[in-house]
């Protein structure tokens, strides 16, 4: 009797696990039920920090559904508006921030909404206001990170190139003068299809005006870094004959020595190396050329100036041509020029002179102004300059807004490569952009930066290799950060980086696109080049 009782609750036992197993495996496939976590997941949820949601503080505002309604629900608005579809360009502004990467965008966005007073993740950049947008991928001929050359010459030529050259085709050979003397492997910038249309130009920088970005617009070089004809000398270039540098090319050759506007660093790439400039620095030139004499000669109607009070004080109805020279190198980081430059124009001052000057041709103008410190700042891996350069570049971009006419201005703003600082762990809502992250630590209990970089100058170890504990060092918004890799300096990424464009024709700057193409659309939108035109249609 015992068994039969005993084998009875067993079958019973049985019958309920295949029942209750059957009712389980019913909901699971029901699309009523809340699946759960795939195996693979569940030790990453089991092991997620515990302080991932604890401590945290959530502006009141956004605990309300309707704010996130309404602040939808107006930007559908917005961009359900009119965006001139159906209009020419007159004008073309190409604002390139060297180096800004997306995660630099989004940290500059934070940092501008704390010094502001507020959490930062919620705060907007003028450029990300620009009703299109897309990416851009930024590998060159022989390289799949770019550097600022060949990047340069894809976005104001139209053709991609070898890595550290500038303005010539993929069958120029880095450092031989002689390939890249060859006319018929020179291509020709935007900045010349817009002069041929009858447009006035300009570039405004704040690296030397001989750098990297703006000289694709006019020069022709095997090697990004012959400024002068020293540094030719320097680099012992391979050559048979003369070899013209980038500082002659813009003074000297078309399309440089048509520029209306030039404004930057760089004041002794220009000068002999028996003279000093406006800032008691010697020149470098060995060919004892003047160049800035000779731009002067040959623009009577143009005028030097080489602080912001001369900026500043330009008669803007007689000045015809302006060249601005402000620093002997590279100018001054923004954070720092107040005490160690103080008479050095911001980007958006140069920006206003600039748009004064070339907005008087009435066919209209192409202008490149680039935010090109921003790079060095990411070099360095100090992330402060890098973000404070951005914020800079971006009301340069808020005074253009401000003086132009969205009807006939198209404003493309975009970047030449990326970098590799990233945004770290999970800090929460306000956490400072530039601080340690206040909400995690490491396995050892360590905290950590919120930015790091992969490549870079600084680790933060000791002898051991263990990570030191920062929260005892004076973090300021401007030291160097760690990085992962010890090199000498940071270098760039390889991945997309943002573009964003306002104006007639912006909604062909969408999706994602190869670099070399964004001069096409620009000069698509204008009616100028040689391609295919909106004129056209």
Not at 19 to 24: G, N, P, V, W
Not at 281 to 301: A, F, H, P, T
Not at 453 to 468: H, W
């Amino acid at each position: 009797m015992y068994y039969k009782e005993t084998l009875t609750v067993l079958i019973a036992l049985t019958l309920w696990s295949c029942i209750t197993e059957s009712f389980r495996t019913f909901f699971e496939e029901s699309d009523n039920y809340h699946h759960e976590i795939p195996h693979e997941e569940k030790s990453f949820a089991r092991n997620m920090p515990g302080d991932l949601a604890e401590n945290r503080i959530t502006p009141s505002r956004e605990r309300d559904t309707q704010y996130w309604l309404d602040y939808a629900q107006h930007i559908v608005r917005q961009r359900a508006g009119g965006y001139f579809k159906n209009k020419r360009a007159k004008n073309i502004i190409l604002f390139l921030g060297d180096g800004m990467s997306i995660s630099t965008l989004t940290a500059a966005r934070i940092l501008k909404g704390q010094r502001e007073g507020r959490p930062g993740e919620e705060s907007s950049l003028a450029m990300e206001q620009f009703p299109f947008a897309g990416l851009s991928k930024t590998y060159c001929t022989n390289g799949q990170t770019a550097d600022s050359a060949c990047s340069a010459t894809a976005y104001l030529t139209g053709v991609k190139t070898n890595l550290l050259t500038i303005g010539v085709n993929g069958h120029v050979i880095f450092n031989n003068c002689t390939s890249s003397s060859n006319p018929a492997y020179h291509v020709e910038s935007i900045a010349k299809w817009a002069q041929d249309a009858g447009k006035a130009t300009g570039i405004v920088t704040t690296t030397t005006v001989t750098h990297a970005s703006p000289s694709a617009s006019y020069a022709h070089v095997a090697n990004r870094n012959w400024e002068s004809d020293y540094d030719i000398l320097k680099t012992k270039a391979v050559t048979n004959g003369p070899c013209s540098d980038i500082a002659k090319q813009l003074i000297q050759n078309e399309p440089g020595n048509k520029f209306d506007v030039i404004m930057g660093g760089g004041f002794k790439k220009f000068i002999p190396n028996d003279i000093r400039d406006a800032f008691g620095v010697k020149g470098e030139r060995r060919d004892s050329l003047n160049l800035v004499e000779e731009w002067l000669r040959y623009n009577s109607q143009g005028k030097l100036v080489t602080t912001i009070e001369e900026l500043q004080d330009l008669d803007f109805v007689e000045t015809q041509k302006l060249l601005g020279l402000f620093h002997s190198s590279h100018l001054e980081y923004h954070a720092k020029a107040s005490t160690s430059h103080p008479a050095q124009p911001r980007l958006k001052d140069m920006t206003e002179a600039a748009l004064k000057i070339l907005q008087k041709n009435p066919q209209g103008y192409f202008a490149f102004i680039e935010g090109g410190r921003i790079d060095h700042g990411h070099h360095s891996n100090i992330a402060g300059y890098a973000l404070d350069e951005t914020l800079e570049f971006d009301e340069a971009i808020q005074m253009a807004i401000n003086m132009t006419n969205e009807e006939e201005t198209l404003i493309v703003v975009t970047s030449d490569h990326s970098h590799t600082m990233t945004i770290s762990g999970y800090p929460g809502r306000g956490n400072p952009i530039l601080g340690l992250n206040q909400y995690n630590r490491d396995l050892e209990g360590i905290p950590y930066s919120v930015l790091n970089y992969a490549l870079g100058p600084q680790q933060y170890v000791d002898k051991n290799g263990k990570r030191l504990d920062l929260s005892s060092e004076k973090y300021d918004e401007f030291m160097v950060k760690p990085s992962y890799i010890h090199t000498k300096m940071g270098a760039h990424a390889g991945e997309d980086v943002a573009l964003f464009a306002r104006g007639p024709q912006a909604h062909l700057f969408s999706g994602t696109m190869e670099q070399n193409v964004i001069p096409h659309l620009m000069a698509y939108a204008a009616c100028i080049g040689h391609g295919p035109t909106f004129c056209d249609e």
